[in-house]
């Protein structure tokens, strides 16, 4: 190969062909690290996929006892958004408190999410405080319909959801929600088939071979199924014996 250049460049003839070669391989550089960098942020991007998909399902399994006992479940509101947390920073390598990225994480910064809880009926429903009122919140059983917002590392919590839903109702399943990203600007349309849980999650993913961190924005949902592929509520439920 060397004896080949010192020929082409001697041979004035030859130096087209010598910088066609040249261009040729600059071109196969570029074209190489443009795929390998595609497949990085690709697979990034599908990890925070999976992650939250996988927080969903692990939210959703929060069946609240007594109704899976009366044979009508319903998720557990406030255990639900514990495993979704503690899912989603297992696995984008996250602090469980703060969802503040470790080392090695994928995550740039702390990712915001909106989660939704919808039971659609609220018969299960008893707040529970350590302490008594005004401690730590340890349980809301299965309400109706909650809304986590993480933004910004804070937390709100919203139980009102749009203004024509009522309790208790036999049609309140499937339901529709529109739902967007933490503090973001785009909208996405789910709907849940029984009860269910519902997720957005928006990150910022790390510098791949020095770019800007690239933005991601998925949502994922989770329902439950059971007796045949469907969560079954009476026609006219009658609230379950306390």
Not at 31 to 58: N, P, W, Y
Request: charged content about 20%; proline content about 7%.
């Amino acid at each position: 190969m060397r004896e080949l250049i010192r020929k082409l460049v001697k041979d004035n003839s030859g130096m087209g062909t010598f910088w066609g070669i040249l261009a040729l391989g600059t071109v196969m550089i570029i074209f190489v690290a443009a795929i390998r960098l595609s497949h990085m942020v690709t697979g990034a991007d599908i990890d925070l996929q999976e992650a939250v998909a996988d927080a969903c399902k692990a939210a959703a399994q929060q069946v609240e006892p007594r109704s899976e006992a009366d044979g009508y479940p319903l998720i557990e509101t406030e255990k639900a958004h514990d495993a979704f947390r503690y899912v989603l920073a297992l696995n984008l390598n996250l602090d469980e408190t703060t969802l503040e990225p470790r080392a090695n994480s994928m995550v740039k910064n702390t990712p915001g999410y909106n989660f939704i809880v919808y039971n659609g009926f609220d018969y299960y429903e008893d707040e529970t405080y350590i302490g008594g009122p005004g401690g730590e919140l340890a349980s809301t059983g299965a309400k109706a319909y909650t809304q986590y917002i993480f933004s910004g590392g804070a937390l709100s919590r919203d139980d009102s959801p749009d203004p024509g839903f009522i309790p208790n109702l036999p049609g309140n399943w499937p339901r529709t929600f529109n739902i967007n990203n933490a503090g973001g600007s785009m909208v996405f349309r789910v709907e849940l088939p029984n009860c269910g849980v519902v997720a957005v999650v928006n990150a910022d993913l790390v510098e791949v071979l020095g770019k800007d961190p690239v933005n991601a924005t998925r949502w994922a949902s989770a329902a439950l199924t059971c007796n045949g592929g469907t969560c079954s509520i009476p026609s006219a439920p009658e609230p379950p014996i306390q």
